[in-house]
């Protein structure tokens, strides 16, 4: 790119920078905030110290990319006091009576508040420019100077006294407070040293030392600490008894309770055929903590709660067989399995892949966690979303590199072969689960029942149970539902 | 149930802006921790483990991105969701620090909608 249009890319994005600074100055602190550029002109420290003749603060921010080297922004004596004294709330009077008559001892009693208006100032310029501009690299800041930098500039800016730098100035308000003069300057050098085709090599560059650094990344977890923390689903004696004794009341559940069953299996039918097509499951079950968890008395879990409590009153015996099914019997045994050090994007695609809803996670067989669809967009930032992508900025894109150790599930609760699905659905309803692994004896897992495979198995079971699911307006559940 | 939460940030200032902004955000917090590196903020961890750690990138004694993968070693952090709040936005470093275990990342400057938005999803 020519000198001249990126001279004139950056005064561009340097003013939008400050204005953008301001808004979200604004934002943050609920106050009015507005700057005003003068346009940009070719300056000398001698200049600016006629400029600044008082107290400045001069923030030192290290530019990578197309701009490769240190330039610095700057604020006048007022503008130290108003800007550090408004992000510590300082009382209106006090930030005023420093305008006046604050020395450098005042200035440094706030050196921290002056540091970090620095840094804010500094990321709202970084954000600018790296949305502006694709051969930007990064700006970080690297010193904060409170004093008069002229007298010295060499020492205390790099910056020699004749030396002629591209200085852009700008008049910005706080609130009710006066005006005060702030900047950026930028020395010459920074537009001559680096061409595109460098920034373009470093970057690829870049790239490579990531994506090593990816791969030589260590997986901490010991198999064998995983495989401790499984929890296995035990069988009790009584449970189909209790079932079948449930007091009469509740064995004619309400026609609301019933439509909300049949409704909820409809869901589940209809969701399990989009993801047979489309790959997209739908289902959930994480911990208490995890976003993505379905509490015990979510929407499914409910369903099936109620469908576990109203098993009596259903018609046709075959439902009372439907109770003492075995996992076995309705299992999916294939499972799919991926590493804790995996990321978020490569769980996804491996989930498309193998149109699975859930992912054993784990090395060599042994059980770490698992992972669900709805843990996965859980953790991804919304702004991925196509009709977010406005919006969308590099630490969105980020999340889908969180790695799967962080967000999958565990301790895993895992059933036998032969436990029956009464006990898979009790459990499933205490812990809002709608996934189990199933393991043999050895703790191997050799296959995993969701909430989908115990609809399909109730639907086989009971020719009957779609009439349960019948509305005055008609049945809820087609039979062609059933498979 | 109201959580906990624990922000480290080497700026005492900064802290105080982060702790203002999250109440103005409106998210309920039982305890808020400070501490002013990572070594502070896993010792505290170890101690008393918290919900939820906002985390500044660039601090002494141990940077952000160092804690994070501390952090993730120890059993006590399992269920700590770790966001990163900085003005550090180079791409690499975001992914860096996500594929060691942070669970999001805030960019300075921010606003309560920023820290809501983050947030709500580890509040259920």
């Known amino acids: 790119m020519p000198q001249t249009d990126v001279k004139t890319q950056v005064e561009e994005l340097s003013v939008e920078s400050f204005e953008t600074f301001c808004e979200d100055i604004a934002g943050m602190f609920g106050i009015d905030m507005d700057c005003t550029a003068q346009g940009p002109v070719a300056e000398t420290s001698k200049g600016l110290a006629k400029k600044y003749k008082k107290l400045a603060a001069l923030f030192t921010v290290q530019s990578t990319g197309i701009l490769d080297g240190d330039f610095h922004l700057v604020v006048d004596k007022e503008g130290l006091f108003t800007l550090s004294g408004t992000i510590v709330m300082l009382p209106e009077k006090r930030i005023l009576d420093m305008r006046k008559k604050g020395t450098q001892q005042d200035a440094e009693e706030l050196d921290d508040a002056v540091g970090e208006t620095g840094n804010l100032l500094v990321g709202s310029w970084d954000r600018v420019f790296r949305e502006g501009w694709s051969e930007h690299g990064h700006f970080l800041q690297t010193g904060t100077f409170i004093g008069v930098p002229w007298s010295d500039s060499q020492e205390n800016i790099g910056i020699a006294e004749d030396e002629e730098f591209m200085y852009i100035p700008l008049e910005m308000t706080v609130g009710e407070f006066p005006a005060f003069q702030c900047g950026v300057i930028f020395p010459e050098s920074l537009f001559t040293e680096k061409t595109a085709s460098d920034v373009e090599d470093e970057a690829t560059e870049a790239e490579s030392v990531n994506e090593n650094e990816e791969v030589s990344e260590e997986i901490t977890e010991t198999p064998a600490e995983a495989a401790a923390e499984t929890e296995e689903v035990s069988e009790p004696e009584s449970q189909p008894e209790e079932t079948a004794e449930l007091p009469q009341d509740d064995q004619q559940p309400e026609q609301a309770e019933l439509e909300e069953v049949a409704s909820e299996t409809q869901s589940a039918d209809v969701a399990e055929e989009t993801q047979d097509s489309a790959t997209v499951p739908v289902s959930l079950e994480t911990e208490d903590t995890d976003p993505g968890r379905e509490q015990a008395n979510g929407v499914v879990s409910q369903s099936i709660e109620n469908m576990v409590h109203s098993f009596p009153s259903l018609p046709g015996e075959e439902m009372k067989s439907f109770l003492t099914l075995q996992a076995q019997s309705v299992m999916q045994k294939k499972v799919v399995w991926i590493s804790s050090g995996d990321s978020v994007q490569q769980a996804m695609t491996t989930m498309q892949e193998n149109d699975a809803g859930y992912l054993m996670v784990g090395e060599n067989g042994v059980l770490e966690g698992i992972i669900s669809w709805v843990d996965l967009i859980g953790a991804i930032s919304v702004y991925l979303k196509p009709v977010f992508a406005k919006w969308r900025r590099p630490a969105d894109d980020a999340t889908l590199q969180i790695r799967l150790k962080v967000i999958m599930t565990r301790p895993v609760r895992t059933a036998r072969p032969e436990t029956s699905l009464a006990v898979i659905m009790e459990n499933m309803c205490q812990h809002g689960l709608r996934c189990l692994p199933i393991l043999d004896d050895g703790g191997a897992v050799i296959g995993q029942v969701t909430a989908f495979d115990i609809f399909k198995a109730m639907l086989n079971t009971d020719s009957e149970f779609a009439t349960v699911g019948q509305s005055p307006q008609g049945t809820l559940l087609q039979p062609q539902d059933s498979e | ?124």
Not at chain 2, 25 to 53: M, Q, Y
């Open chain 2, 1 to 124: 149930m109201a959580k906990t939460l624990m922000i480290v940030d080497d700026s005492a200032t900064m802290r105080k802006i982060i702790m203002r902004t999250v109440r103005m955000s409106g998210l309920e917090f039982d305890t808020i921790e400070e501490a002013g590196n990572g070594v502070e903020a896993l010792e505290k961890l170890n101690a008393s483990p918290v919900d939820i750690v906002l985390c500044d990138i660039n601090m002494p004694e141990m940077t952000g991105p160092e804690m994070v993968k501390k952090a993730r070693e120890m059993s006590s952090c399992d269920n700590t969701k770790i966001v990163m709040v900085s003005t550090e936005s180079a791409q690499e470093t975001i992914d860096g620090v996500m594929a060691d275990g942070a669970n999001g990342f805030i960019t300075k400057p921010f606003t309560p909608e920023n820290f809501q938005e983050k947030l709500m999803p580890f509040m259920n």
